[in-house]
């Protein structure tokens, strides 16, 4: 009887897999918040380009003048007061932290490199990626895109040597009309 109870519900699992429909995402956001004593804040926004590229916009607010802070996005979606829920550099290859531009073989999956505020404390990253990927095996929707305090080194291992975590958020689907 039990042997007959595990084989429905095996069934009705593929069944509902089966019938479940993939949407194909093509942007997502982000809404970055500060971590507790911080107050840099701002939104990002990565859309896909090709099947091989993205698109990562950011604007945030709240910067030390003319700062320059490391930029990532970290295995987990989860959040807390200082950020640090959000685990590791998301790493699906495991392979070693390096920047983009720095003719590194290979580097993390969520190794974006640096983010640098003008005199005013506002910083504007645009940049395409060949790493992130909103869809697939690898995509980073529902990680986490953590701003830190200082700039990343892009040879320290495993993290880059960038300090404390002062803004945080979730990747989300963006749906638009």
């Known amino acids: 009887m039990r042997s007959a109870a595990i084989l429905t519900v095996a069934v009705l699992a593929l069944a509902a897999c089966a019938s479940a429909q993939f949407i194909s995402v093509k942007s997502a956001s982000v809404w970055l918040t500060p971590t507790q004593g911080n107050v840099a804040q701002g939104t990002i926004r990565l859309d896909v380009v090709s099947e091989q590229l993205t698109r990562i916009t950011a604007n945030i607010t709240g910067l030390a003048a003319n700062s320059v802070h490391g ?50 404390g506002n910083a504007v990253y645009d940049e395409v990626n060949e790493l ?46």
């Open 71 to 120: 930029f990532h996005i970290h295995e987990l979606g989860a959040l807390d007061a200082q950020g640090l829920a959000s685990g590791g550099h998301y790493n699906p290859f495991n392979v070693t932290h390096a920047c983009p531009g720095t003719g590194a073989a290979v580097r993390h999956v969520g190794d974006l490199g640096n983010i640098k505020a003008d005199a005013n």
């Open 132 to 177: 992130v990927k909103l869809n697939g095996i690898t995509s980073v929707i529902g990680r986490a895109f953590i701003l830190h305090l200082n700039p990343d080194d892009c040879v320290t291992q495993p993290v880059g040597n960038a300090g404390s975590r002062i803004a945080q958020g979730v990747i989300g689907i963006l749906i638009e009309n």
